[in-house]
């Protein structure tokens, strides 16, 4: 049977194994180890560093690997297994999460029913009565729908972007930051790659921002910018040690865009085939918490040509997705004649 290794789910398999064997790892190390398994596979050049990274963070921000600081190398991040766990959607219908090590599978044919994988996503539909049951016998611990949905409190953008930027006016001068890229808030929302640049002359100004470490992955950070150069700087996450730094960065970075007057996008359009769902379009990464809140009412879909994220949710669930993320990001709803 032929596997075609640049669809989502392939690569997020890869990338559960590479933890379940490297963990605790940095994000780079996970990356490259699933790219030199994959890459000489791929005759199609489809499996890129990009698209790796960008499954990676999802991994993360359902709940497959947990994000935490190094204890022995002050200011880096590092990825840990997830213990193996479970949280109920609806009734008899389970989200799996976590990943066991040295590639031992999360669930083993004594559990009597099929694991499905949608994309970062996997699940299992069992008995309402007996399936939690039989999930703990295997070894998976409940998680609460309100200890997995856990999120901020709701704020207004521009109480986010007053509040980080006070951080900066008291923050000691940066110095000289080697390697810099800016996250351009004047670039267009729809195109999240192409809003990372280096800094220009020209630039003044607030900005998210990453700066690379000597080992792992590039640390997220919030910079003052003058004539080009770093005046100030501070890292995330500020406050929760335990919180992903991408969280803090990109919920910051949706307030930017909506105090600017330019909000990120939810795109709602028809689903075919399905008249009793809507599909979802994301542009940009958003923040753990809201993803959760995402894999609850929905399951990922075949992302559009021009989307980031797509996702797959019934009907009676557009109104509350759509508040939800009006509310904690900011975001415009774009209705292509989605909802009735």
Not at 275 to 292: M, Y
Request: negative net charge; aromatic residues 6%; proline residues 8%.
């Amino acid at each position: 049977m032929a596997i075609d290794l640049s669809v989502p789910e392939a690569i997020c398999s890869s990338l559960r194994r590479a933890a379940a064997f490297l963990c605790p790892a940095t994000p780079r190390e996970l990356v490259d180890a699933v790219l030199e398994v994959l890459s000489p596979l791929d005759d199609s050049f489809a499996v890129t560093r990009v698209r790796v990274a960008t499954q990676l963070d999802l991994l993360v921000a359902i709940g497959d690997l947990v994000e935490l600081p190094n204890r022995k190398d002050r200011g880096s991040r590092r990825l840990y297994l997830a213990p193996p766990a479970y949280v109920t959607k609806a009734p008899g219908r389970f989200l799996l999460l976590g990943v066991r090590p040295d590639g031992v599978p999360l669930l083993d044919e004594s559990v009597g029913a099929v694991v499905r994988f949608e994309g970062h996503v996997r699940s299992i539909e069992m008995d309402a009565t007996t399936g939690p049951v039989r999930l703990h016998a295997a070894g998976l611990h409940e998680i609460s729908i309100d200890d997995w949905r856990r999120q901020p409190s709701v704020a207004s953008a521009t109480a986010i972007v007053r509040g980080m930027s006070q951080r900066l006016d008291w923050a000691a001068q940066s110095g000289l930051v080697s390697d810099l890229t800016l996250l351009d808030p004047e670039s267009p929302v729809l195109h999240y790659q192409g809003r990372w640049r280096l800094p220009a002359d020209d630039d003044c100004g607030d900005y998210v921002a990453r700066r690379p470490q000597a080992y792992g992955a590039d640390l997220w950070c919030f910079v003052r910018v003058e004539s080009g150069m770093p005046l100030a700087l501070i890292d995330m996450p500020t406050d929760d040690p335990e919180v992903p730094a991408c969280d803090e960065a990109w919920r910051l970075q949706a307030a930017i865009d909506a105090a600017r007057g330019k909000p990120q996008i939810l795109r709602i359009r028809r689903a075919d085939g399905a008249p009793g769902s809507r599909t979802l379009d994301l542009f940009g990464p958003v923040p753990g918490w809201a993803q959760r809140y995402l894999e609850l009412v929905g399951v990922p879909g075949l992302r559009a040509r021009d989307a980031l994220i797509t996702y797959r949710v019934p009907l009676w669930a557009i109104g509350e997705l759509t508040e939800f993320f009006a509310d904690m990001l900011w975001m415009h709803v774009n209705d292509e004649g989605g909802v009735a």
